[in-house]
């Protein structure tokens, strides 16, 4: 690699760079976050039912509305009710937190994310070579520049703990631990929408003990939701999330980087449910295709299996019914093992990829999509550019692999 030093300070330099934009914005909606405006608001008030034992109605829209405007009055008078619409387990995190005043909380959940962002890249940094030897400071920098990361952190989200679970389930996929890979998905299933998806690619590569950890995290998951609100209330669930979708800013396909964003975030003349079945044509194929790209069994070109691996991901944000920026947290995971590998490879990556790459930490970029009329849709363009450099790249990689194999050389997982 040529000019090393000078690409690590224009590397370092840019993500310091896109972090104060990110700490600009957190600056102008201060006053904001104090006042319950953050998407946090929706778990404070499920943590907040639950400790008071209104578990059974956790999601009557009457008592979440009573519940948000005694510790956010003013947000609700401004904005509205923001439902929570997660699976009832995931309410136990929260509970704790609400002997805390609501803002107070709300500082502590962000300062768990920051752990949980240090310790999945902790976690991550024996299977990014380059990345932790010749450019160590981008590790530590990079999360923060991530605009659905600092995203996440702004509106009190859960994305980020989304993301350390997919670290987790890829560091043990690489070990062949599939069992406990599935777990971790199933873990993260209070986004199923997002982790579901990949469950299908599962399914086509029938990786059965990944399936069967995650089929047996989601039994405990059930049985716990069960326990907190009763049969009646979880069974009531699906069609509470379906309508709450359906309530006004709640879910916005215009500002969704997904297909859904892409084909149903315009004023169309075309009938809704034609959308919807392109939709769901587009989606079950794009999945497909990306489960062809990905070989879970060939361990021996890491390039091939990462590339594979970080496609399968994006696809899976792409094809989920509903994705917001800060959503897109996960998608962290595949982006720092492409940035890892480009950097690698720096001479050989050609300028497109490169490109693609860095558009991914364009903040700028977001929030001029973000911007009146919202267009964020539009980053599904650059969602699908980098999952087409990513088929390219492990294409090239497979003769690689072929040479490995005939020499019967296996990367051996980093310890």
């Excluded at 029938?206 to 609100?229: C, D, K, N, Q």
Aim: aromatic content about 14%; overall charge positive; hydrophobic content about 50%.
């Amino acid at each position: 690699m040529t000019n090393l030093p000078r690409l690590r300070f224009a590397l370092n330099s840019f993500c310091v760079g896109m972090m104060v934009v990110h700490g600009f914005l957190f600056w102008i909606v201060r006053q904001q976050l104090v006042s319950g405006s953050s998407d946090f608001r929706i778990f404070y008030t499920a943590g907040l039912m639950l400790r008071r034992g209104e578990g059974r109605v956790l999601y009557s829209q009457r008592l979440q509305s009573d519940t948000q405007r005694e510790f956010a009055p003013g947000a609700v008078h401004r904005l509205g009710v923001l439902p929570y619409n997660h699976p009832p387990f995931e309410a136990l995190l929260y509970g704790p937190m609400t002997y805390l005043p609501y803002f107070s909380a709300l500082r502590l959940w962000i300062v768990i994310n920051i752990l949980l962002l240090a310790g999945s890249i902790y976690w991550l940094r024996s299977w990014l070579p380059t990345l932790a030897s010749h450019f160590p400071w981008l590790l530590i920098l990079t999360p923060l520049a991530f605009f659905p990361i600092s995203c996440a952190l702004l509106q009190g989200q859960d994305s980020i703990l989304l993301f350390a679970l997919c670290c987790m389930a890829f560091s043990a996929f690489r070990r062949t631990q599939d069992l406990k890979a599935g777990g971790y998905l199933g873990l993260g299933l209070f986004k199923f929408h997002l982790v579901l998806p990949f469950a299908f690619v599962l399914i086509l590569h029938r990786r059965w003990r990944a399936l069967l950890g995650m089929s047996v995290v989601a039994a405990w998951e059930a049985a716990i939701s069960w326990g907190m609100v009763g049969g009646k209330e979880l069974l009531q669930y699906p069609d509470f999330v379906w309508h709450g979708h359906q309530t006004p800013g709640v879910s916005v396909p215009a500002d969704m980087a997904n297909l859904r964003g892409l084909l149903m975030g315009w004023n169309s003349n075309l009938p809704v449910r034609w959308l919807e079945l392109a939709l769901l044509a587009a989606s079950i194929g794009l999945v497909v295709w990306a489960s062809r790209q990905w070989r879970p069994i060939d361990l021996l070109d890491m390039r091939s299996w990462n590339c594979g691996f970080a496609l399968c991901l994006i696809v899976s944000y792409l094809v989920g019914y509903h994705g917001y920026s800060h959503d897109m947290s996960f998608l962290f995971l595949p982006t720092l093992l492409a940035l890892d590998r480009t950097l690698a490879e720096w001479q050989e990556t050609s300028a497109a990829f490169k490109l693609v790459l860095g558009l991914m930490f364009v903040s700028p970029l977001y929030l001029r999509f973000g911007l009146r009329p919202p267009h964020e849709n539009l980053f599904a363009i650059v969602l699908l550019a980098f999952v087409a450099y990513l088929a390219t790249a492990a294409a090239k990689a497979e003769p690689q692999a072929l040479v490995s194999k005939s020499k019967g050389r296996l990367d051996d997982p980093p310890r």
